[in-house]
C-alpha cells in the first residue's frame, strides 16, 4: 500500500512489552505504520514532533512528564495529529483531563485488538472514541441533570453565533463518542437532524470534523 495512504503512528508507553506487542499488531495491518517509539512524556513530544505521525498511542502515566501534558503539547504543536490515550485505570478524571487536553480517544490497555484496530481508523477518519464504563456513566448522570442548562448558558456566551439548547446536547454527547444513530436515539430525533445539529455546531465553532468540534468546545469549556 502507498505510504501516503498508512495511517502513520508513534506509540508512547514506557514499559518496552507493551509497545513491542503494540507495534507488532499494527505493523502487519496493511494500512498502519509505527514509525517512532518513546518510553516518557517529553521524548513523545520529539518523537512526535520529528516523524509528524498521523495519531499516537499515549500512555497516561509514564515519566517525564504525564501522558495529557505531552498530549497537549503535542496537539498545539501538531493540530493535524490525533492523540489516544491508553490507561491501566478508568478513571472519570482521566477522561476530562484527556479531552480537555485535545486526545481524540481514551482506551483501555486491556482493550481487544479488533475493538483497538477499528478504534484507530474510526479515529483517523475523524471519529472520537470516548466509550469507557465511565465516560457513559458520566454521560449519564449529564443527561439526568440540568448540566445541559447550564451548558448552553456558557455557550451563549461563548460564541459570537450562540449555540441553541438542542445544539449544546449534541455537542456534549459528540464529546463522548457517540455516533449518529446514538445521539439521535437518545434525543429522539430523526438521523437526519442529527446530522444537521452537528454541521451547524461545527460551522459556530469554526472546525471542520467533529474531532475539532470537541477538543474546541472542551477548551471554551462548553462541555464537560
Known amino acids: 500500500m502507498p505510504t501516503e495512504k498508512m495511517i502513520r503512528i508513534v506509540l508512547a508507553d514506557d514499559q518496552p512489552f507493551i509497545r513491542k506487542g503494540l507495534r507488532y499488531v499494527l505493523d502487519i495491518q496493511e494500512d498502519m505504520q509505527v514509525v517512532g517509539e518513546a518510553s516518557s512524556g517529553e521524548e513523545a513530544v520529539d518523537v512526535a514532533l520529528s516523524h509528524v505521525p498521523n495519531l499516537v498511542l499515549m500512555d497516561i ?4 512528564g504525564t501522558g495529557i501534558t505531552a498530549t497537549k503539547s503535542i496537539i498545539e504543536a501538531l493540530p493535524g495529529t490525533k492523540v489516544v ?8 478524571q482521566y477522561v476530562f483531563e484527556g479531552i480537555r487536553a485535545g486526545a481524540s480517544g481514551y482506551l483501555l490497555k486491556d ?5 483497538l484496530l477499528a478504534g484507530i481508523r474510526a479515529m ?7 466509550n469507557s464504563s465511565t465516560a457513559k456513566q458520566a454521560l449519564d448522570q449529564i443527561l439526568t441533570s440540568n448540566t445541559t442548562d447550564q451548558l448552553h448558558a456558557a455557550a451563549q456566551q461563548s460564541l459570537i453565533e450562540p449555540l441553541t439548547k438542542r445544539e449544546t446536547e449534541v455537542l456534549q454527547l459528540l464529546a ?6 446514538e445521539i439521535s ?8 437532524t442529527t446530522k444537521t445539529h452537528i454541521h451547524h455546531i461545527m460551522q459556530k465553532l469554526g472546525v471542520r470534523d467533529r ?3 470537541v477538543v474546541a468546545a472542551m477548551r471554551m469549556k462548553l462541555v464537560k
Open 61 to 64: 502515566r509514564m515519566p517525564g
Open 176 to 181: 463522548y463518542g457517540k455516533r449518529n444513530q
Open 85 to 92: 490515550l491508553l490507561t491501566t485505570f478508568d478513571v472519570e
Open 111 to 115: 482493550t481487544e485488538t479488533e475493538e
Open 185 to 192: 436515539s437518545v434525543l429522539c430525533i430523526s438521523e437526519a
Open 211 to 213: 474531532t475539532q468540534a
Open 124 to 130: 483517523h477518519r475523524g471519529a472520537t472514541l470516548f
